[in-house]
């Protein structure tokens, strides 16, 4: 899958995952959505409160129900290093899958992040290219 951002022409997107580099068609598991947690951590490498209660959350509801809603492949998607992510998300006794987004620009294109509302947490749901 290629997506076109704002800033230039149409680009396949990678991210570094626990398995290897994938791409975001692979990381929608041959499912029509993937519902994309964009989680942000501070300074000190805490992640955010609202990031925090939003992927706890989903994590119980994975957890519980074995699945997305609907059918949807699910991932948290992060701006820093993988291995930051891989040691936060055992600490915190996370399952879901979650990728690093650091070298491909995802998480600043497609999060709707503005810096005034980096205390939330946001979730996409995006569809599969016909």
Not at 96 to 106: D, M
Not at 113 to 129: G, N, V
């Amino acid at each position: 899958m290629t997506v076109a951002t704002q800033h230039d022409t149409a680009r396949e997107l990678w991210f570094e995952t626990e398995d290897g580099p994938r791409t975001l068609d692979e990381l929608f598991e041959g499912r029509e959505r993937l519902l994309v947690l964009h989680f942000d951590f501070d300074a000190a490498g805490r992640g955010l409160p609202g990031c925090v209660r939003e992927a706890e959350a989903w994590d119980r509801r994975l957890t519980r129900d074995g699945a997305a809603p609907g059918g949807a492949a699910f991932v948290a998607v992060s701006p820093v290093p993988l291995d930051a992510i891989v040691a936060y998300k055992w600490r915190m006794g996370w399952s879901f899958p979650w990728v690093s987004s650091l070298h491909n620009g995802f998480s600043d294109e497609f999060s709707g992040r503005r810096p005034s509302e980096l205390a939330e947490s946001r979730i996409r749901d995006l569809e599969r290219e016909p």
